[in-house]
């Protein structure tokens, strides 16, 4: 049965029927090419084999109920573990009640839609935005409304602009969506004095914030900034983090935390029983004694590739291309001169095995032509190197004639 | 920051307000009662021990893959050993790209729902019916169509009728839930007959069947019967299945088979980046040598689990109440007599240590009052024979005058 030929056609829903043709979705990382492609995290600096030991010493402790169907909130050992990482690290001080496990961040987002938004709904979000943000919020098919961003965060005039304009249409945006630090795709960190200013617009308009926070722990330069969830007094802020980046991708582990209603909802409204207990009891078994010291040693390896990224930008680009200088976090984000397009640069550069990310697929309409977006998490220096000049030498022979 | 207090409640989503009030969703396990309630499998035949053998080969081998992330589809190791397994166990025999590695059978379903269910829209399911199933369909806020079941399976009288009257109606249904074999929560197993009739009804007015299939290998006697999706020649049947019951539910791996464009369209409504590469790669270590021989042990403990059940209930009840004679799987279907109700009894039983799911909750509208589902997957022979001893002790109280 080769179960290709199929007259399921006439049955899809509305949602599958605007899916588009082509390959399945998926994330090819061949490490033969130059990948700038994909916010993959370093493949060699993964602890697998204190990984392996975890689950070895999960299995003996507590085998049993790791194999078992969890709790909807998750497995309270690792809700535990988490705390007392984000009391440490991030200033977080919440309770139990306010954490719900999920399959990543991707799904804390997904739920977070699912408990706030109906069809044709509005998110505010900065942009250019997390592409799988977007994508989920077209799946559940809000109005998504962009506020640009400078070098400082969302520009706070655009945003009390468009609150104010949808309060005088009647429109009650669900939430603002931001990733204030280290922001994917651009590796800008949204300053103070804006954050305080989203929170008092935020309360002034009674909208949720969506703050999404996966890459806080990689600093590599600067001082730590409050978190929005530590600066807001008005239960409006909703927080989603990930163990993707500082752990493993594969363990599809993250979180959301938020105000317990909204805990209570996702929690009813997550459908799979129980985000992965086994996946859980092994990270709970590792991060007592690892994971302090292993996101020390990923500060080192990807704050090394920020500044080889940098370095290499500074002495191969042309001068007529900008970049952002990020301070933490995968990304740098190039600005490419009027009437140049990434989107038409892509393939030529992908030929010579470099690959990256047009700025195109971070806005939700096509903007962002003069934009790349450049990821330093997923290769060594050497190549990081090797691959920004040969980009610079292409992006040279796009140049506009002055 | 408590979050207990918050200013979300004006903003949440008509799914979120239909979410009732009360505690947080899971399964609370405990040891101390006897648990008849949740379909849970046996916490003392978990292979914990070669688990944590196989993360360790699975670190060794692959780690930094198994820590990153992975395709939409799923880890094609996985996939692989899981099309060894259905082709030398279920006859299943089918190729890589009809396959999509799942949280759990639930999120399977889910994403079926996805695919086909836009709301409003019509499912035909088995009544009564998997729980979890009927909390999706609700989720996607489908009208389910209950068809009754007798101990062969759903009435086909009653379903050839019910989609007649739909066509009549110019109402498409979107599919055919049903478990055929060793159903949650009756035990009863769909004969051949009655299978083959299903898929002539499926084509007759294509409609899809999704099959669930969680039990199929947990088989004590009789003889295996074919599973519908190898009898279906048009394409229309959508096959979920799960390791919760075979390796554990703590993994939360499951999948679904069908079509290539289904496929397709569940690998981009996915909303995940790849179910759990992790777990992935530590089962497709753990099958290759392992699953089959381990699959052989559980038929032994939960035939005895079946036997105790089936035994204690013929010495303990009131011949007033009938039960299935299930010859797979985990659960045994009570009749009541005419007048009693257990959604009442519930709390009494409950109250003398005896946990149990009234047949309520496997209907769609609060029918199944007269029934109870027992699980004996949970619980050993001799706390099986306590609580049945327990159990018609209060039921035989409630036992109308004659």
Known sequence: MAQTQTRLDGLFSSAAKR????????????????????????????????????AVRAM??????????????????????????LKRDNGVDVRPENVLITAGAS??????????????????????????????????????VGIPMDDRGMKM?????????????????????TIPTFQNPTGVT???????????????????????????????SGERLPMLITLDDAGLVIYTGTFSKIIGAGLRLGWVIGPV??????????????????????????????LEEHVKELVNVYRNRRDAMLGALKAEMPEEITWTEPEGGFFVWLTLPEGMDSVAIQPEAAAHGVDFMPGTVFYPNQEGRRNIRLAYSFTDEETIRRGVKILAGILREYLPAT
């Open 19 to 54: 899916v588009a043709p082509g390959a399945p979705g998926g994330r090819g990382l061949s490490p033969d090419r130059v990948n700038f492609a994909g916010g993959a995290p370093d493949p060699k600096s993964m602890p697998t084999k204190a990984m392996g030991a975890a």
């Open 60 to 85: 003996e402790k507590n085998g049993q109920w790791a194999l078992q169907y969890g709790a909807a909130a998750g497995y309270d050992g690792l809700v535990e573990q988490l705390l007392i990482k």
């Open 107 to 144: 799904q804390a987002i997904d739920l977070v839609c699912d408990a706030l938004v109906d069809p044709g709904d509005t998110i505010i979000s900065e942009e250019p935005a997390f592409l799988g943000a977007l994508r989920l919020f077209n799946a559940h098919q809000a109005k998504i």
């Open 157 to 177: 005039d655009v945003l009390a602009q468009t609150l104010a304009d949808c309060k005088a249409r009647g429109v009650q945006p669900k939430f603002i969506y």
């Open 190 to 220: 949204t300053t103070l004095d804006r954050r305080l200013r989203i929170l008092e617009l935020a309360k002034e308009y009674n909208v949720a914030v969506l703050e999404d926070d996966a890459y806080f722990d990689l600093r590599f």
């Open 261 to 290: 209603p909204l805990i209570h909802k996702v929690s009813k409204l997550k459908p799979d029983g129980g985000t992965s207990p086994f996946a859980s009891h092994i990270v709970a078994e590792y991060a007592p004694s690892q």
